[in-house]
């Protein structure tokens, strides 16, 4: 499909700004702390708006209506956990690394175990992170081939490079507000989307809740109390733990509590980011029911391009191409990429931070100057930027990427929201019960990982639960076995006295 000159010129324009915007801010990120924190001194509503664009990427504007589309409101219980993890995220999280004031989210776990936690910790983030930024690059590339009929591998590339330069320039300043901007017109956009497809029905909106009802598509999925399929306990669990390790040991969350202005400004920014995002991911959802009852009525519009069935997330960018007016589809594009950009931004700007306070100053320079310690900087969110790209390139024709996206979280976090609560939980546990606690759970992680794929005589061996589970397992392995040990050590000291 080729690109309509209005909606090209649309497109380029805004994305020019927005690399603009975003490279503006290299005045207040020429040293470490501006560049990392920016020198502690955001709003709290500017930090909760990109905390909610933290959420709101190409991830949940494209991956969420075709996970809809496709199937029902499973994943939105996801959503749901939102509210008790903000509560928990602003009581102990906030206060705590604000409270530290120090700049990495590990820096804590050499002190309570020594420095192999810090860095697998940070080996899991780092790896994390590299999914995340793939998956992202390759729905946006996803929404944008159709459009401007460009090969997917040139968009994934052309993103990669352009988010790259201006992290680097900008700093973690232009990642906050461009992530706040990117999130409102995002959002903006989706809006309208909703409701042109609600009144592009032939008997009016409600013939959208009707048509989905009858197949189903609002279900939150199974109430069984099974593990083996993703009902909708399993997802609570699911989006409870990663919620919490979100707000409590992700890099991206609390690199931002520290750049805002006052304790009050942090808190307030993840009430706001967590809480508004809970109503916009309804309307993300909204959209993919609406757009399969929208193409119910109207299969002629759907054409013989997409495979709906088998690739559901083509679906919406689909209907951006071909049902929006002239102009709106290259704003609403733009703003996806724009979008993708501020979410990967994030990746690249926490993981380079890691890299120079985990450890390049850990381990090799500790007394590093501010040139170096620049310099560093600039060359990891240069490196990164390129490995996110090729993971992005590698992630071409998954059959869905948010279910790809939530199975590769949860084998590389490996756990470590178990190692980060023993720690501030058991204050009595140290080194041998939180090495024996990472230990179990990695094991845990690697057999509910690789175990599904046994056969044969081996076939009884393999793991009964639903991928979802593995983190939140994993996570209570390591909690749980680390303070067995802690409990078995002390009872053995108390019987030798």
Same mark, same amino acid.
């Given at each position: ?5 209005? +909606? ?215 109430? +069984? ?100 007016? +002239? ?17 990967? +931004? ?152």
């Amino acid at each position: 499909m080729n690109i309509r000159i209005i +909606d090209f010129i649309v497109m380029i324009t805004y994305l020019v700004g927005v690399v603009a915007f975003g490279s503006y801010f290299v005045r207040r990120s020429r040293n470490t702390e501006g560049f990392m924190v920016a020198s502690r001194s955001l709003p709290g509503w500017v930090v909760g708006l990109s905390i909610m664009g933290t959420y709101v990427s190409s991830i949940s504007f494209l991956a969420l209506p075709g996970n809809a589309y496709g199937g029902n409101w499973n994943a939105f219980v996801f959503s749901l956990s939102l509210p008790l993890a903000a509560i928990i995220g602003v009581k102990f999280f906030v206060p705590f690394f604000r409270k530290t004031g120090e700049i990495s989210a590990y820096h804590h776990l050499e002190f309570r175990f020594g420095p192999w936690a810090r860095t697998y910790a940070l080996a899991m983030y780092l790896l994390t992170q590299l999914a995340r930024m793939g998956t992202i690059m390759y729905l946006v590339a996803l929404a944008l081939a159709p459009l401007t009929g460009l090969d997917i591998r040139l968009i994934i590339i052309v993103t990669g490079v352009l988010v790259t330069i201006y992290t680097i320039l900008g700093g973690i300043e232009a990642v906050i507000w461009t992530d706040a901007i990117q999130t409102t017109v995002l959002t903006g956009g989706a809006l309208v989307c909703l409701i042109m497809i609600l009144f592009g029905m032939p008997e009016g909106p409600g013939q959208v809740f009707s048509l989905a009802a009858a197949h189903d598509k609002f279900s939150l999925g199974s109430f +069984d109390f099974s593990f083996v399929k993703s009902t909708f306990w399993v997802v609570l669990i699911y989006g409870l733990t990663i919620n919490l390790q979100n707000f409590g040991i992700d890099q991206n969350y609390v690199q931002r509590y520290i750049t805002a202005r006052s304790d009050k400004d942090a808190a307030n920014s993840l009430w706001l980011g967590a809480l508004i995002y809970l109503p916009v991911s309804a309307m993300f959802f909204m959209i993919g029911t609406a757009l399969y009852s929208f193409y119910q009525v109207h299969p002629e519009l759907l054409g013989e391009t997409i495979n709906a069935a088998a690739n559901p997330d083509k679906v919406f960018p689909y209907f951006i191409v071909t049902q929006l007016p +002239d102009g709106i589809t290259g704003l609403l594009i733009a703003a996806v990429a724009a979008a993708a950009m501020s979410t990967v +931004d994030t990746s690249l700007n926490s993981s380079a931070t890691l890299i120079l306070r985990d450890i390049y100053k850990r381990y090799f320079r500790p007394d590093a100057g501010e040139k170096e310690s620049m310099r560093v900087l600039y060359s990891a969110t240069l490196v990164w930027g390129l490995l996110g790209t090729s993971i992005a390139l590698a992630m071409i024709d998954v059959e869905s990427a948010l279910d790809a996206w939530w199975e590769l979280a949860s084998i590389f976090s490996g756990g470590m929201l178990g190692l980060f609560l023993l720690g501030l939980i058991s204050r009595k546990a140290h080194n041998p019960a939180a090495v024996t606690g990472v230990i179990a759970g990695i094991l845990t992680i690697l057999w509910m990982t690789f175990s599904k794929n046994l056969g044969g005589a081996f076939e009884a061996l393999q793991s009964p639960f639903h991928n979802f589970m593995i983190i939140v397992i994993g996570t209570l392995v390591i909690l749980l076995v680390g303070m067995g040990v802690t409990y078995l050590r002390r009872a053995g000291t108390n019987q030798g006295d």
